[in-house]
C-alpha cells in the first residue's frame, strides 16, 4: 500500500503495490524494460513547500527520488505509468489551487521528460478517483474508477 | 514548519466541534423531523495519510459533500454519506439516491448543516467566516478526502481533522461530519479562545 506521499518498489514476484482513491494525487508507476522491477509514487502536490513529509509529496522530489530507488534495485532503463490527476471540485475560484490535479499531471511529466523516461500510458485527468495498482508478475499495471472494473494499462507479453 | 498542538489546545477544538456538531445535529432533526444523535467528536493532528485512513476506507464507495469556509478561518467542511446511508437519507426524504435531484437535495443538507456549525463557531469566537456554495460528488472516499486536503493547501505534514458521527435514533443511518481547518485557521481561532 503506497499511501499519499510515499513511495515504494519491489521485484518480489506475486508483489503488487497499490495507491487507493487517487483524487487530484498522482500514482507514478516506474517499470524496467527489461526486468520485473516496479516502483509506484503517489505525489500529492506539484512542487515541494517544505522540506518535511514523506519523500514522495511533492513531484519535483518525488520523481527523483523513485527513479532512484528503482535504479538501486537494478532498473536500467524505464518506462512510465500515470494515474490520477483528477479535478474533482471546482471550488478553489480561479485560483491556482482549483486545477491541483491537472498541475500535479503537468509537474510529474516534466520531471519525466527531463529524466528521458517515456510515458507508455496514462489514465488522468477528469473528475473521477482512480486507484492503480503494479504488479511485478508481469510487470501489469492496472487502473480502476470508483463501482468500476480492473482495466489494464500495461503489460509485457510473455 | 508545520505547527503542533498541545493537548489543551486539542480538548478546546473537541469542545468547539462539540458545540458544532450540537447545532449542526439539531438542524438535522428539524429538517427530517427525526431524533438525531451525535457521537463525541474526536480532534486529532494527524500525518496527511492517516487523516485520509482515519475518515473512511480508501476506497469505499461514498458521496461527499464538500463546503469550502473562507475568511479569518479557512476550512473545508465535509459531509460523507455511505451508500446504504445515503439511501435511507434519500427515501425519507422521498427522492431516489444518485439522481441530480438527490445530489442537489444532499448539497443543501450539507450546506445548512455546515453553516449551523459554521456559525456556532462564528458566534463563539467572533471570527468571520464565510460558507461557499457546496459541492457534492460520489467517488471512492479517499479520492475525496485526500483530494479536498491537496485542494485546500493544506501542505504542513499534518492535518487537523475534527471528525462527528450523526446518528439517526430511529433509523441506521449516520454520516460523517468534518471540519478540516487550515493551520493559519486554527492559528486565528486558538488565539481568540487565548490558548495560543
Redesign the interface.
Known amino acids: 500500500m503506497v499511501?499519499?506521499?510515499?513511495l515504494a518498489t519491489s521485484s518480489t514476484e506475486g508483489d503488487v503495490l497499490v495507491s487507493?482513491?487517487?483524487?487530484?494525487?498522482i500514482g507514478l508507476a516506474l517499470i524496467d524494460v527489461r526486468r520485473p522491477i516496479v516502483g509506484l509514487a503517489h505525489v500529492?502536490?506539484p512542487t515541494t513547500?517544505?522540506e518535511?513529509?514523506?519523500e514522495a509529496?511533492f513531484a519535483d522530489r518525488g520523481v527523483p527520488n523513485l527513479i532512484a530507488r528503482v535504479k538501486k534495485l537494478g532498473a536500467i532503463r524505464l518506462e512510465a505509468v500515470m494515474v490520477g490527476g483528477?479535478q474533482?471540485?471546482?471550488?478553489?475560484g480561479d485560483g491556482p489551487?482549483?486545477s491541483?490535479?491537472p498541475r500535479?499531471e503537468a509537474a510529474v511529466r516534466e520531471e519525466l521528460t527531463k529524466a528521458g523516461i517515456p510515458i507508455k500510458a496514462a489514465a488522468t485527468g477528469g473528475?473521477?478517483?482512480?486507484?492503480i495498482r503494479v504488479h511485478v508478475e508481469g510487470t501489469r499495471v492496472t487502473v480502476r474508477e470508483?463501482?468500476g472494473t480492473e482495466q489494464e494499462l500495461y503489460g509485457r507479453t510473455s | 514548519m508545520t505547527p503542533k498542538y498541545s493537548d489543551m489546545q486539542l480538548d478546546a477544538l473537541r469542545e468547539l466541534a462539540n458545540i458544532g456538531s450540537g447545532n449542526a445535529g439539531t438542524a438535522l432533526s428539524q429538517l427530517l423531523g427525526q431524533p438525531v444523535d451525535i457521537s463525541v467528536p474526536a480532534a486529532s493532528a494527524l500525518p496527511l495519510a492517516d487523516a485520509v485512513e482515519a475518515v473512511a476506507d480508501p476506497e469505499a464507495e461514498a458521496t461527499g459533500v464538500v463546503l469550502p469556509i473562507f475568511g479569518d478561518f479557512d476550512a473545508t467542511v465535509v459531509l460523507l454519506f455511505l451508500p446504504d446511508d445515503e439511501a435511507t437519507l434519500c427515501r425519507l426524504l422521498g427522492m431516489e439516491p444518485h439522481t441530480e435531484d438527490s445530489f442537489s437535495m444532499l448539497g443543501e443538507i450539507g450546506n445548512i448543516l455546515g453553516c449551523s456549525y459554521v456559525n456556532a463557531l462564528a458566534a463563539m469566537t467572533g471570527l468571520e467566516m464565510e460558507p461557499r456554495p457546496p459541492e457534492t460528488v460520489a467517488d471512492m472516499a479517499g479520492a475525496i478526502v485526500a483530494s479536498v486536503l491537496a485542494t485546500r493547501g493544506i501542505t504542513g505534514d499534518l492535518a487537523l481533522v475534527l471528525d462527528s458521527e450523526l446518528f439517526l435514533e430511529n433509523e441506521k443511518c449516520s454520516l460523517s461530519f468534518l471540519m478540516l481547518p487550515s493551520h493559519e485557521g486554527i492559528g486565528e481561532l486558538l488565539a481568540r479562545l487565548g490558548l495560543e
Do not use: D
Open positions: 499511501r499519499m506521499g510515499e487507493i482513491g487517487l483524487g487530484s494525487c500529492m502536490l513547500t517544505t518535511e513529509g514523506p509529496k483528477a474533482m471540485f471546482s471550488f478553489g489551487s482549483a491541483i490535479g500535479n473528475r473521477r478517483g482512480r486507484t470508483v463501482a
